[in-house]
Nanobody, 116 residues
Framework: QVQLVESGGGLVQAGGSLRLSCAAS????????MGWFRQPPGKQRELVAR???????NYADSVKGRFTISRGNAKNTVYLQMNSLKPEDTAVYYC??????????WGQGTQVTVSS
């Protein structure tokens, strides 16, 4: 089963940018539908961006036009470019792979904190 590791989070001022990375060791992610999720403090985890094997993407309305999900050339990495960050984007961000009807491969997540 795929195991994923997220990185790239940090503290940024409102309006700033971050790029998150999601990597799998020893496994290509190119055939998986991949998703980026986030879980704000005290709230449920939500899907914010999704990319299929053909490169088609979908975004939550709250991040549309600001976040971009993409695949790396190395085929074992997926990115989330986050621009124009807002305090409400503060959350732990996770990536996962879609397998059947489930999302799998959850890592420890990476904390993103946006200060106002």
């Amino acid at each position: 089963q795929v195991q994923l590791v997220e990185s790239g989070g940090g503290l940024v001022q409102a309006g700033g940018s971050l790029r998150l990375s999601c990597a799998a060791s020893g496994r290509t992610l190119s055939r998986y539908v991949m998703g980026w999720f986030r879980q704000p403090p005290g709230k449920q985890r939500e899907l914010v961006a999704r990319i299929n094997s053909g490169g088609s993407t979908n975004y939550a309305d709250s991040v549309k036009g600001r976040f971009t999900i993409s695949r790396g050339n190395a085929k074992n990495t997926v990115y989330l470019q986050m621009n124009s960050l807002k305090p409400e984007d503060t959350a732990v961000y996770y990536c996962a792979a879609e397998y059947g009807s489930a999302w799998v491969g959850w890592g420890q997540g990476t904390q993103v904190t946006v200060s106002s």
